[in-house]
């Protein structure tokens, strides 16, 4: 697949990859230059209150497992399955 740069160094993303990677107008990518190849990767941005509130969030989760107050579940059945059994314990 060819595309043509444009006037002030726009491109078109052909609709096939719009569909097939789920892109909307507004969204935003970074790009990186590897190898003489352009890669554009679509990326997610949050306020920093947001990041800031995630990364204490998983902090604290961390902490939490490593003093044993919660566990890890090797897939969503043991996790299903453990609640379960709670409930009618």
Known sequence: M???MRSKS?????????TQL?????DRFEVHVK???IFL???AVYPKSYVSALEKAVAETAEAYKHGKITAYENP???????HSEGNG
């Open 35 to 37: 190898d003489g190849s």
């Open 10 to 18: 726009q491109i078109t993303i052909p609709h096939e990859i719009i």
């Open 41 to 43: 990767v679509p990326v």
């Open 2 to 4: 060819t595309i043509e």
């Open 22 to 26: 789920n892109l909307s107008e507004g």
């Open 77 to 83: 059945d043991d996790l299903l399955a453990a609640l």
